[in-house]
């Protein structure tokens, strides 16, 4: 870390999640200054539909910069520098020329293109894009729409994920990061353009797509009446950004194949950055947040999702889903394992290593001994052995060993599941400082942008802006025990998978509309 000084520039970075739009303020320290948040309404129409209102997007945005901007004297507002894009991947609405929202937007989260997946999801096409056959990526979300709803696509001037749009607000001109777009599953990923064989299977056609430029280069500026609005007067340039997964490891100084990012939040994913593109089946390869780089990520839908879904659904009704210490506590004086009881964490599907839609969760080996406290445990047991395998895998795919761990998230706050994690990896876990991770990678490069130390490489102002506080070192007994248990349960995702294909099919006969409002 650099020491601040009150002549340095000061950068704005957001983060459009699929909660809230979260705004900083930085310094060249990685200092947040001043922070501003606004939520996001989530809506789910139908069993497994995850949308928004693009237009909260925007007015997310825009009301939490004026929140942190306020927040500064002007003296600081005077050093803004520039501002920088992080946001939820894989998400995408239609919209006209002029930034009309043509319908809701589609979440990286819904879950509603699962024969489309089927249909489409090829070997080669995971080569290409290198995006495995999964839920996530909108390729085959757009083929949903060029399906159901073919005149969205019939009448929209532009589909943008929620980068672009952010962009066209900020600037007026359609444009976005290639480590923004590139989530969209459209992109030749070893050219970092858009494919004409991916397009079609989307529907769209390339002129309906946002232009790209690298992360670090400027998108456009920002309107002065917008500017006007937040207080500050000099001319300030929006930098082109990256996905909230890719963020967070540059907030974490994850900048090198040896060093592993791992996100602990509603999704938990981990990922490490390589110059060179490989293609893998435990692992997605997406466009990497310093130029002309990759980054190699797990990804598992069911985080702290299902922490929460089953406090929520099983736990004390007047927490309604919160951390509960109590349950915390039961769980934690359980042994690992609870004496043979394994989660399969797939709530979502499953994507690394298996990258099934059909995949459901399933807790296999209940005893009359169990009781909450065994099965909370278990649920977060199942979430970390199967991260630990994955990078298990990944290391053997890259064949660079790693040597550390920077962690994230929320899930960070439980002592219990950061241990678990922790022994079934059996690697220490540092964790890293500030809270807002994501955005502020997105600060990290807006930063690099200035060339304040003494260049405008995103490592560079990565290895200045990251700051970490303790670390959790691994019980080596713990950890034998979880290789142990995670070979069992290695093996139940064969051993369901022709059940859980039934159970789709019959789903499909008799859906349970009310399902999505349970518990």
Not at 444 to 471: C, I, K, P, Q
Request: glycine share 10%; charged share 20%; hydrophobic share 40%.
């Amino acid at each position: 870390m650099t020491t601040a000084s009150t002549s340095d520039p000061l950068v704005i970075a957001i983060d459009s999640s699929t909660t809230a739009t979260k705004a900083i303020v930085v310094n060249t320290e990685g200092k947040v200054l001043a922070l501003g948040k606004r939520d996001i309404t989530f809506l789910s129409p139908s069993q497994g539909f995850g949308e928004h209102d693009p237009r909260q997007w925007w007015t997310s945005t825009n009301e939490a910069i004026g929140e942190a901007v306020a927040k500064l004297t002007v003296a600081e507002k005077e050093r803004i520098a520039a501002l920088g894009i992080t946001h939820q991947r894989e998400s995408f609405a239609p919209f006209t020329t002029d930034g009309t929202p043509l319908r809701n937007g589609i979440l990286w989260l819904d879950i509603r293109a699962a024969d489309q997946i089927l249909r489409y999801g090829t070997p080669e096409i995971h080569e290409l894009s290198g995006k495995p056959a999964d839920v996530t990526p909108a390729i085959y979300k757009m083929a949903w729409v060029k399906e159901h709803e073919p005149e969205m696509w019939a009448s929209a001037d532009k589909i943008a994920d929620v980068a672009a749009y952010l962009a066209f607000c900020l600037t007026g001109e359609w444009i976005d990061s290639a480590a923004c777009a590139d989530s969209l599953g459209l992109f030749d990923i070893a050219r970092l353009d858009y494919d004409d064989s991916l397009l079609e299977i989307a529907g769209v056609r390339r002129e309906q797509m946002v232009d790209v430029k690298n992360p670090g280069e400027t998108l456009g500026y920002v309107k002065q009446e917008i500017l006007r609005e937040w207080g500050i007067t000099q001319d300030v340039p929006v930098i082109a950004g990256l996905g909230d997964g890719q963020a967070a490891g540059i907030g974490a100084a994850a900048v090198s194949p040896d060093t592993a990012y791992l996100n602990m939040g509603t999704a938990v994913n981990a990922g490490v950055s390589t110059p060179d593109y490989q293609c893998g089946q435990v692992f997605r390869t997406l466009a990497g947040g310093m130029p002309h780089t990759y980054v190699l990520e797990i990804l598992q839908s069911s985080g702290a999702y299902l922490a929460s879904w089953y406090r929520r659904a099983l736990g004390d009704p007047e927490l309604a889903g919160a951390p509960d210490p109590e349950l915390e506590a039961v769980a934690a004086a359980r042994v690992p394992g609870s004496g043979g009881l394994i989660t399969l964490p797939y709530w979502n599907a499953v994507q690394s290593p298996y990258w099934d839609p059909l995949a459901r969760g399933a807790v296999v080996g209940w005893r009359g001994t169990h009781g909450r406290g065994s099965m909370y445990r278990s649920v977060l047991e199942g979430i970390c052995l199967e991260m630990a395998r994955s990078l298990r895998e990944l290391a053997k795919a890259t064949g660079v060993p790693l040597t550390q761990v920077r962690a994230m998230g929320g899930g960070l706050r439980s002592p219990l599941w950061r241990q678990i994690m922790t022994d079934a990896i059996g690697l220490p876990i540092t964790a890293c400082q500030e809270e807002e991770i994501s955005a502020l990678g997105a600060a990290v490069v807006a930063m690099s942008s200035t060339g304040v130390f003494g260049d405008t490489e995103v490592a560079t102002a990565a290895e200045h802006m990251a700051a970490f506080t303790d670390v959790t070192e691994p019980d080596p007994q713990a950890h034998a025990i979880y290789n142990e248990l995670g070979e069992i349960q290695g093996r139940l995702y064969d051993d369901l998978r022709e059940t859980n294909s039934l159970l789709h099919r019959f789903a499909e006969r008799y859906p349970d509309a009310e399902l999505a409002d349970e518990g």
